[in-house]
């Protein structure tokens, strides 16, 4: 699954597509990729959207893991555009039934954070640390690399939020930071597939790269990494985690 339309469509492009399949306003591309059988679908965006998806892959596809790969906005000052994020624990940064429960937790479900399945988050780090080290120079160009200072992209891995905001207000990215400490990014859609993955007991995995600070230039760095970047990221660690 993922949240970008160009993502998306770089995998559908690298893969043998068997079957397509329109669901609920979204086509589902069923195949193989690298030999192995996936089902490749955009979300759309934010956390109702990523549920409809994800509950749509469990229950119709009989799909045994999803995989989230998209981009975030760095929470963690020490995180630079390009760094990627293997998500541990899955936080909804806008749950708020206090005081009622506890200001995150999620209702009836007695915690805040849902923890991603331990063997596809390493692998997955595995695939973004391959891909960083081996890849990454042939499917990006050295102007590319020098205009978003990419030379050092590292591989992190750390708790993200989601919640359906785009978060372009630095003061608002510190206050989640201070509100969620351990807490590297925010995007809008990951904690949703945690949440739907947990109900249905199917292990999952997100992974972001970071597009941008969630701060006042948010907005442009955003645009520019998906159209020039993001996409060469999503395919080639999907890639790799398949060859594991
Ligand atoms: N995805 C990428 N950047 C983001 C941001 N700043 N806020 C929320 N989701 C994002």
């Given at each position: ?18 079957d ?30 990523a ?21 975030a ?53 595995k ?7 081996e ?94 970047v ?15």
């Amino acid at each position: 699954m993922s949240a970008m339309r160009e993502e998306n469509a770089s995998i559908i492009e690298a893969m043998d597509v068997e079957d397509e399949h329109t669901i609920g306003s979204r086509t589902y591309y069923s195949g193989k990729l690298l030999g192995k059988s996936v089902v490749v679908v955009f979300s759309h965006w934010g956390k109702v959207a990523a549920s409809i998806t994800a509950t749509t892959l469990i229950n119709c596809f009989d799909v045994k893991e999803i995989i989230f790969t998209g981009v975030a906005g760095a929470i963690d000052s020490r995180l630079r555009v390009g760094d990627i994020v293997v998500g541990t624990d899955l936080y909804q940064h806008d749950m708020d039934a206090s005081p009622i429960i506890p200001r995150h937790e999620i209702p009836l479900l007695g915690r805040a954070a849902i923890a991603t399945g331990e063997s596809i988050r390493s692998k997955l780090a595995k695939a973004a640390g391959d891909f960083v080290s081996e890849d990454f120079s042939q499917h990006v160009s050295l102007d590319v690399v020098k205009a978003f200072k990419l030379e050092a992209a590292a591989v992190h891995q750390s708790a993200i939020a989601s919640g359906d905001q785009f978060v372009s207000v630095s003061a608002l990215a510190e206050e989640i930071g201070k509100r969620l400490p351990g807490v590297a990014c925010v995007e809008m859609e990951g904690a949703a597939v945690a949440q739907v993955c947990e109900s249905f007991n199917i292990p999952f995995g997100v992974i972001r790269t970071i597009s941008d600070g969630a701060d006042e230039s948010s907005e442009i760095d955003f645009q520019s990494f998906i159209s020039e970047v993001a996409r060469v990221y999503s395919l080639g660690i999907v890639k790799r985690y398949l060859m594991q």
